[in-house]
């Protein structure tokens, strides 16, 4: 092994409810950094990193089974499609028709609906220093028009970064926002909240909501209030203001600064504890945060790694995608994919010890 490829194990990870086995990827370089996927969902597993004293720990909060995932509702680790985050009542107009989409969020559209890409099992091949997962989203499921291949690559890099290479291509005109729903804790999955993690965002405007979650349609600047992360901001500074949703903590979009389509910088956190520091560049338009505000509720009594036990805001989430509801939002950018020509996207993970 050299310090430019990394080994790729497979292993069994359990069984869906209908007996078919799930398998993980672990792929490990040679300094000892070690990232693991399943084909369950095309999810993002685990990412053991060294701290300030060279001590490796799992960065991401998760599961140590298939059944555990299949069990949860959290969309932890999850590769989300065919639409990531929201769409307003399900109501998707394509090419001048409506069709309507599930509804499985209150009044919304969340996450491709009640069965989206999370809940298949995908086809797995490894390369180098990679796993990549496939699958064919059939014309109709879930509401949406057109017969859509996806892809979604795992890369290991050398230096421990992970990257993320999405394409999907459709036999019709549709629509697609992919992103993965990894929940982070630079402490160690199992180090409690995310309070003390400083957060700065390359964002100067985000996407003021409504009582539903969804985007008003306009684009405000960010300066001076709950939603300024341009300088490093504890995630638990303002986590209860009126400002949030429920009021229980952050479920917005902001606007990356740069040039959509070109790789950026997006975000960047902090943690004090371990000195970990992670880095998140993307070709993507707009970054979402999550500060895990019902992972309690939605994971229940399921144990994750370890026996670990987490709680609400035992994670983060920063979801590099398209904005919410953007099929019925013309101030936002389009993510129309036309026949035949390829959709793509990339979302690269850094992390150093500080």
């Given at each position: 092994m050299t310090a430019f490829s990394c080994?790729?194990?497979?292993?069994?990870?359990?069984?869906?409810?209908?007996?078919?086995?799930?398998?993980l990827f672990v792929l490990q370089n040679a300094a000892g950094g070690r990232a693991t996927f399943t084909d369950y969902g095309a999810r993002w597993v685990g990412w053991e990193t060294p701290d300030r004293e060279g001590n490796f720990a799992d960065v991401l909060t998760g599961f140590s089974s298939a059944e555990a995932y299949v069990a949860q509702t959290a969309y932890v680790g999850a590769f989300c499609g065919r639409h990531a985050n929201r769409i307003a009542g399900?109501?998707?107009?394509?090419?001048?028709?409506?069709?309507?989409?599930?509804?499985?969020?209150?009044?919304?559209?969340?996450?491709?609906?009640?069965?989206?890409?999370?809940?298949?099992?995908?086809?797995?091949?490894?390369?180098?220093?990679?796993?990549?997962f496939r699958r064919v989203s059939p014309a109709g499921e879930e509401g949406y028009p057109g017969s859509l291949e996806?892809?979604?690559?795992?890369?290991?890099?050398?230096?421990?970064?992970?990257?993320?290479?999405?394409?999907?291509?459709?036999?019709?005109?549709?629509?697609?926002?992919?992103?993965?729903?990894?929940?982070?804790?630079?402490?160690?999955?199992?180090?409690?909240?995310?309070?003390?993690?400083?957060?700065?965002?390359?964002?100067?405007?985000?996407?003021?909501l409504d009582e539903n979650n969804i985007p008003l349609g306009e684009v405000r600047p960010v300066a001076g209030g709950i939603f300024d992360f341009r300088e490093p901001v504890a995630l638990g500074k303002n986590i209860g203001a009126a400002e949030l949703a429920g009021p229980r903590g952050y479920d917005h979009t902001f606007v990356v600064d740069g040039v959509p389509y070109q790789l950026r910088p997006a975000a960047e956190v902090a943690c004090p504890r371990s000195g970990r520091v992670l880095r998140v560049e993307t070709t993507e338009p707009t970054i979402h945060l999550y500060t895990g505000n019902w992972f309690a509720e939605c994971i229940g009594?399921?144990?994750?790694?370890?026996?670990?036990?987490?709680?609400?805001?035992?994670?983060?989430?920063?979801?590099?995608?398209?904005?919410?509801?953007?099929?019925?939002?013309?101030?936002?950018?389009?993510?129309?994919?036309?026949?035949?020509?390829p959709c793509r996207s990339t979302t690269v993970w850094r992390m150093r010890a500080g």
């Open positions: 080994a790729i194990e497979k292993t069994l990870f359990g069984q869906l409810p209908d007996g078919s086995p799930v398998s399900g109501k998707l107009w394509v090419g001048g028709k409506l069709f309507q989409l599930a509804v499985n969020n209150g009044p919304n559209h969340l996450h491709g609906g009640e069965k989206g890409f999370d809940r298949y099992l995908w086809a797995a091949e490894t390369g180098e220093n990679a796993v990549t996806v892809a979604v690559t795992y890369t290991l890099l050398p230096d421990g970064a992970v990257r993320m290479d999405y394409t999907a291509t459709s036999d019709a005109l549709t629509l697609v926002n992919l992103t993965n729903h990894a929940y982070f804790n630079l402490a160690g999955h199992d180090q409690g909240d995310c309070h003390d993690h400083q957060l700065r965002l390359f964002a100067r405007h985000y996407l003021p009594d399921i144990a994750g790694k370890n026996g670990a036990r987490y709680a609400n805001r035992a994670g983060f989430a920063l979801e590099a995608q398209h904005a919410p509801d953007s099929p019925n939002q013309p101030a936002f950018r389009s993510n129309l994919v036309y026949p035949g020509t």
